[in-house]
């Protein structure tokens, strides 16, 4: 959706400090004021803010008329607390009033210019916000320094909203350095989320999820509920720009609750927006467009402007792309009005005007369309995810218009800004959920080339944005890939592999298969993948309920082989084999799985040997791989239980056997028992083995795939039992073939361009050539048998696919439960560099 339009203001209110201390005296002294005012303080920092908001009216009407300075004191105080809600057009009206003359140096006096600056910074009256600012800061100075830190947070706020970041980062620094001198918890928190802020505004979001990582931890330290919700908030909004929509949208809902429970009602309405834009970009539109509604109505009530016009460009985009033209521009006329009035000056006007200029081509208004996205991108303020929107919207009007040159062109350019933006990413795992933000300007891009005819250039553009996270871990260089793309003879490659290459694309709006056979490339056009996903995830229900669709006549398989396979089977030749290089759901089917009608109906695996690779690149960098002379295997598995999360595997200890037994003594090292811990592992130099096999439990996680994990033997007096995939990913292998006789190895989450992640990635990453892993659960009954024959296979010369689909067809053509797919098919060869 609109995400550039949240850039500056997502999460800034976790910039608005309530002052530290109530004077020197006052933190002291346990009179009957000052224990109010601390209480009703100490509720705004919980986040209580109707509990505070009842409070301090209290006090103030105790207080007036009885005495003008603690009168003062509250009033002020009152108006921090309205601020805090986001009503800064009532606070100012609270605080449009001189002080007694007796105040005019006072600790009060400081405070009502902060919050009077505060109340105009949000209002947008930002030379006010200047002049409240300094004259808090001056009298700080000469009569109040234990305040400066406080003042120097909200000038920090103040030039975020000014756009000018290198300072306010300055100013944050600062903060932070006197909250830790003055050991001041609750604005050491809250000066941690301003430089988190800070570092999204520059673009810098891995750094601005550590910053929130470290205000998280510290707010849940001291208990402060406000702040937790505005630290997950904003990791959620550094989530979204990375493109971990998952992430995102659940720390987004974290943030909403917290803030519903806190009475931070702005707060609230940025997080709503958060799960709006995240159910919007994971296809879910009818949840989305329920959401941004709750915010609209929300935001129509509140002071400040930028919120509304935020869920105004929001939902007018949420329109856009369920076809709702009209709609669009309706909301669009209101935010545009907004910001024409002036009400709005806080940075989300590239994206007002984002929006005007796909209403105006959406009506083939090409020319001031075009000139609004001219003007985005030519911006030095616009940040990277707005200009390569603009350039790709810009490039699909030139394509409305027939103008394929100009199209071309602006597509080029999108793609090398995503490309810039993603190498300043410097975190893997970030990396890899990067192109879901921008991966349907690739698919755009694709469309057109094949609309002109140049279904080759579309292979390449498609190629481009596949397993970038694991070919530069691999060490293909950007030179290297350069070459290998301007040099692209994906023919080559069937013929140097002996087999037929199905490259897929599922896509929004149509999807491709390019069948690339040793003679030819033939490109074929796909439904798209509202009608893929339900199939492949209907049949996978099927096959995960021991189903048999041979038996039952179940007609899902038969329909995704009719959809996938048959319309390239001219491409596939008896002999050959077939490389599947998949996209979006397909990566979690197991096409050998599919069924050929006729003339009688069969699994697909009974015609091919299957193999999976990721990218184009990575097999043509390959070089051919033969057998190792010298077969030396490392056996890891039979641990000792660590919980009762993972019991112990009965069958764990006949499938090491099985497999020891191809390996002589001297070519064989195991590690089994109290000793296959991960330090173990690591220790036993697992890069000189041609051989890995792992007999364990494995777990996978969705939200963070380097998390998923070899489950492994307890370290001595430690809880330590899992290797992780990040760990994986740091030693260096070179193994022939890694085998991961565990459930979900492959996987249970995929990229867009990178694939299935988790642990046979994350073995491919550290340069294994082939690593064998699973889809699913996998049998303890069955899997021993398998991995037997696998290895007789390998013994007697086959190359992996060949013996793993030996291997698994001696369980189909077999009389027992194991001939279902359930058993046979989780496992997959996925071949690396």
């Not at 320094?145 to 406080?150: E, Q, T, V």
């Not at 402060?224 to 990375?242: D, H, K, T, V, Y």
């Not at 929001?314 to 669009?328: E, K, P």
């Not at 990178?754 to 690593?771: I, K, M, Q, T, Y």
Request: charged fraction near 25%; hydrophobic fraction near 40%; include cysteine.
């Amino acid at each position: 959706m609109a995400a550039a339009s949240l850039r500056f203001s997502r999460g800034l209110l976790f910039l608005i400090p309530i002052l530290g201390c109530l004077g020197q005296d006052a933190c002291h002294r346990p009179v009957s004021p000052d224990l109010q005012y601390s209480q009703v303080r100490e509720e705004a920092k919980r986040g209580d803010l109707d509990a505070a908001l009842g409070d301090v009216k209290r006090a103030r009407q105790q207080y007036s008329g009885k005495d003008i300075g603690l009168a003062w004191r509250f009033r002020v105080l009152n108006a921090h607390i309205l601020v805090l809600r986001g009503s800064n057009s009532e606070a100012l009206q609270l605080l449009d009033e001189d002080l007694p003359a007796f105040l005019a140096t006072s600790e009060t006096a400081v405070r009502k210019e902060f919050v009077t600056g505060l109340a105009n910074d949000f209002l947008q009256h930002f030379e006010a916000a200047e002049a409240n600012l300094g004259k808090a800061e001056a009298l700080a100075r000469s009569r109040h320094p234990d305040l400066l830190a406080d003042i120097e947070q909200s000038r920090g706020q103040l030039e975020m909203d000014r756009g000018k970041y290198s300072e306010a980062e300055a100013d944050f620094q600062a903060a932070l350095a006197a909250a830790r001198e003055q050991k001041q918890p609750f604005l050491e928190v809250t000066a941690l989320g301003a430089l988190g802020n800070a570092a999204m505004a520059e673009e810098h979001f891995d750094a601005a999820v550590d910053w929130f990582k470290e205000a998280l931890k510290l707010a849940r330290s001291i208990g402060m509920p406000s702040a937790i919700a505005r630290a997950l908030g904003s990791m959620g909004w550094s989530s979204f720009q990375l493109g971990d929509f998952e992430g995102a949208l659940s720390l987004y809902q974290q943030g909403v609750d917290l803030s519903q429970r806190s009475g931070l009602v702005a707060d609230r309405i940025y997080w709503l927006t958060g799960v709006a834009e995240s159910q919007f970009a994971l296809r879910n539109y009818a949840a989305a467009e329920d959401v941004i509604q709750q915010a609209l109505g929300l935001a129509q009530n509140q002071d400040d402007k930028r919120i509304l016009v935020e869920c105004l460009n929001d939902i007018s985009v949420l329109m856009l792309g369920t076809g709702r033209v009209g709609l669009a521009q309706k909301y669009n006329e209101d935010a545009v009005e907004i910001e024409r009035r002036g009400l709005d000056l806080s940075g989300v006007l590239n994206t007002t005007k984002m929006v005007t200029a796909r209403i105006k081509s959406a009506h083939r208004e090409f020319e001031p369309a075009g000139h609004l996205f001219e003007e985005i991108i030519n911006d030095s303020k616009s940040d990277q995810a707005s200009r390569w929107e603009a350039q790709a919207h810009l490039a699909k009007m030139y394509e409305d218009e027939n103008l394929p040159s100009k199209a071309e062109k602006e597509f080029t350019h999108s793609l090398q800004t995503i490309q810039t933006a993603r190498t300043s990413i410097h975190e893997e795992e970030f990396r890899l959920s990067f192109l879901s933000s921008s991966i349907s300007f690739y698919g755009d891009y694709v469309d057109f080339l094949i609309s002109q005819g140049r279904s080759l250039d579309a292979l390449k553009v498609a190629e481009l944005c596949r397993a970038r996270t694991l070919e530069e871990g691999l060490g293909v260089s950007a030179q290297a890939e350069k070459v290998a793309l301007r040099n692209f003879r994906p023919e080559q490659i069937a013929r140097r592999l002996k087999a037929t290459l199905l490259f897929y694309w599922v896509g929004e709006k149509q999807s491709h298969l390019w069948a690339v056979a040793p003679a030819k490339t033939m490109h074929l056009t796909l439904p798209a993948a509202n009608q893929i996903d339900p199939l492949v995830k209907s049949y996978r229900e099927a096959l995960l309920a021991l189903r048999d669709p041979l038996e039952t006549g179940d007609t899902v398989g038969q329909k995704l082989y009719s959809m996938l396979v048959e319309p390239a089977k001219s491409a596939i030749s008896q002999g050959l084999g077939v490389v599947l290089l998949p996209d979006g759901s397909l990566y979690g089917l197991n096409f050998e799985t599919l069924i050929v009608p006729g003339p009688k109906p069969h699994y697909w695996i009974e015609d091919v040997t299957v193999t999976t690779a990721s990218s184009l690149t990575l097999l043509a960098s390959a070089a051919a791989r033969p057998v190792p002379r010298e077969k030396r295997m490392f056996l890891v598995g039979d641990t000792v239980s660590p919980n009762a999360d993972f019991p112990p595997l009965p069958q764990a200890g006949a499938e090491m056997q099985s497999i020891e037994k191809y390996f002589p003594k001297p070519r064989l090292a195991v590690l089994s028992g109290t000793g296959a811990t991960p330090a173990a592992y690591l220790a036993s130099k697992p890069e000189q083995f041609a051989y890995l096999h792992f007999v364990t439990h494995g777990t996978a996680s969705r939200a963070r795939p380097l998390e998923s994990a070899v489950v492994l033997s307890k370290e001595k007096d430690e809880d330590s039992y899992k290797l992780y995939a990040r760990e994986i990913v740091k030693r260096r292998l070179s193994a022939y073939l890694v085998t991961i006789s565990a459930c979900d190895g492959a996987g249970t989450r995929a990229f867009s361009g990178e694939g299935l992640v988790g642990l046979s990635w994350a073995f491919l990453r550290a340069g294994a050539h082939n690593v064998i892993g699973a889809l699913w659960e996998v049998s303890d009954a069955s899997t021993p048998r398998l991995m037997d024959m696998l290895y007789d296979g390998l013994n007697r010369g086959q190359d992996p696919a060949a013996a793993l689909r030996a291997a698994k067809l001696s369980l189909l053509h077999s009389d027992s439960a194991f001939k279902k797919p359930y058993y046979w098919a989780p496992f997959q060869l996925y071949s690396g560099s």
